[in-house]
């Protein structure tokens, strides 16, 4: 197929696309390059890229495709909190503007990255399935749902959306983010010794590796759309919920030397969610989850210490999506609505 991937200089863009390339796809990425000199290690192979903003994207950018993979977002909570509405602007609005175009170009099929993030703030430790009631505690994940609502629309005989409901992702990636959970665990863990917890660790999160996440977006772009036709799907493996708090454990039992420590003022996380992932595991067989986080802590402290990561640069705008906003902003290069100025 013809693909095209927002966000492809992204997080998980930047491990998703060699993997659709390799599995015989054509993959074109669209993304304004915010985050594509972020680099640890060696930079991924460069596609043909379209360097248009979500909010300015028309038919003619993506005449021609077979699908689109749409990862680009405010991807989130601090950033989230920056401006709620450009939350909403670029995540939702965005999306649905991305999706009327996709829909008035012929494509066929619309891979929603969406997030388990929109079950928010869980009632009890009940793991919750794809008929769940929403309870978004964040913008972020009140943008998830409106887009989902949204896209829900628009699906008829001639376009096909899916909404993959990510768990929280972690694992290496040319573009690595440091504001997630397992990532910072692990990078603490190995570089200070200390598993630093934000929060009590009582809340309960559903997590996947991003390449399990590349392996899904693959198998929703070749599976029969009858099969994901406006569905909603958990990403992930059922038995890979956790308690934070055991997260820090596993990350601290897997670098020796580190214990873990609660940061000052550490207080509840309101997101606390458990889900299940049977949906696609039984209507969806060709996604085959390879990963957990113990294999995937492994995996960091491997190319943290292969690529000479040190805390400083952990710590900085290249990995910290936040402060790569707030520099890019500071030094006038993009402006208050996180567009560009060329300055």
């Known amino acids: 197929m013809r693909v095209l991937v927002t966000g492809h200089d992204g997080y998980i863009g930047s491990v998703l696309v060699p993997i659709l390339r390799e599995a015989g796809h054509e993959v074109v990425g669209l993304d304004t390059g915010l985050f594509a000199d972020c680099i640890l290690g060696p930079a ?8 248009v903003d979500l909010r300015d994207v028309e038919p003619e950018h993506v005449t021609g495709f077979d699908a689109v993979i749409h990862l680009a977002a405010l991807s989130n909570d601090p950033l989230g909190n920056l401006d709620p509405d450009l939350t909403y602007d670029i995540n939702h609005r965005s999306t649905l503007r991305l999706a009327r175009a996709a829909k008035a170009a012929g494509v066929e099929r619309f891979l929603f990255s969406s997030s ?4 928010g703030k869980g009632e009890d430790d009940t793991p919750l399935d794809e008929t769940a009631g929403f309870n978004p505690v964040t913008p972020y994940g009140e943008s998830k749902i409106l887009s989902e609502q949204g896209l829900l629309e628009l699906a008829d005989d001639d376009f096909s959306p899916v909404f993959l409901r ?13 504001d997630l ?34 392996a899904a977006f693959l198998a929703f772009l070749e599976v029969d759309r009858e099969r994901m036709h406006a569905k909603a799907y958990n990403i992930g493996r059922t038995s890979e919920n956790y308690l934070i708090r055991d997260v820090a454990s596993l990350v601290a039992e897997a670098v020796p030397g580190s214990v873990p420590t609660f940061a000052e003022g550490a207080g509840a996380d309101l997101r606390n969610y458990r889900v299940t992932c049977d949906l696609i595991e039984r209507e969806i067989p060709e996604f085959q989850p390879k990963w957990n986080v113990k294999l995937g802590v492994e995996q960091l402290v491997e190319n943290y210490q292969r690529y000479g990561l040190t ?29 560009w100025t060329n300055a």
């Open 44 to 51: 991924p192979e460069e596609v043909k890229t379209l360097r």
């Open 116 to 119: 388990c993030s929109l079950y």
């Open 166 to 178: 990510n768990s929280t992702a972690y694992g290496f990636s040319p573009r690595l983010r440091g």
């Open 181 to 214: 959970a397992v990532n910072d665990f692990a990078a603490h863990a190995l570089l200070t010794g200390q598993v630093v917890l934000l929060s009590d660790g009582m809340a309960w999160r559903p997590l996947i590796h991003i390449e399990d996440i590349s």
């Open 311 to 339: 805390i400083e640069q952990f710590k900085s705008q290249t990995h910290q999506r936040i402060k790569r906003i707030q520099a890019l902003m500071d030094a006038g290069k993009l402006d208050d609505k996180l567009r």
